[in-house]
Nanobody
Framework: VQLVESGGGLVQPGGSLRLSCAASGFTFSTYYMSWYRQAPGKERELVAGITSTGGIRNYADSVKGRFSVSRDNAKNTVYLQMNRLKPEDTAVYYC???????????????WGQGTQVTVSS
């Protein structure tokens, strides 16, 4: 299993970024996927999750209305569109594969290497 994130970078407050996570080594279309983030000195935080078909999407309160998670099962890729970015969104962002296809139990068995997002003027 391999998860490879891309799309991070430096952006000004109020700006946008789209992160991508390319997956391989498992049947991507059958698994719940999530995005997490970790800021320096802080615990890892769940940002968003999406069911295998994309029919249900879940978000942390801190990003609701600003971030949008989506997936393209034909491309084995999950995305995180981040709009109206704030300095407090600065973190390393990781995608993660749920241990169970349904996502129940919020357990993850594979993680990407992460991509840095820095929001600063």
């Amino acid at each position: 299993v391999q998860l490879v994130e891309s799309g991070g970078g430096l952006v000004q407050p109020g700006g946008s970024l789209r992160l991508s996570c390319a997956a391989s080594g498992f049947t991507f279309s059958t698994y719940y996927m999530s995005w997490y983030r970790q800021a320096p000195g802080k615990e890892r935080e769940l940002v968003a999750g999406i069911t295998s078909t994309g029919g249900i999407r879940n978000y942390a309160d801190s990003v609701k209305g600003r971030f949008s998670v989506s997936r393209d099962n034909a491309k084995n890729t999950v995305y995180l569109q981040m709009n109206r970015l704030k300095p407090e969104d600065t973190a390393v962002y990781y995608c993660a594969k749920s241990r169970r296809p349904s996502g129940l139990g919020a357990e993850y068995d594979y993680w990407g290497q992460g991509t840095q997002v820095t929001v600063s003027s």
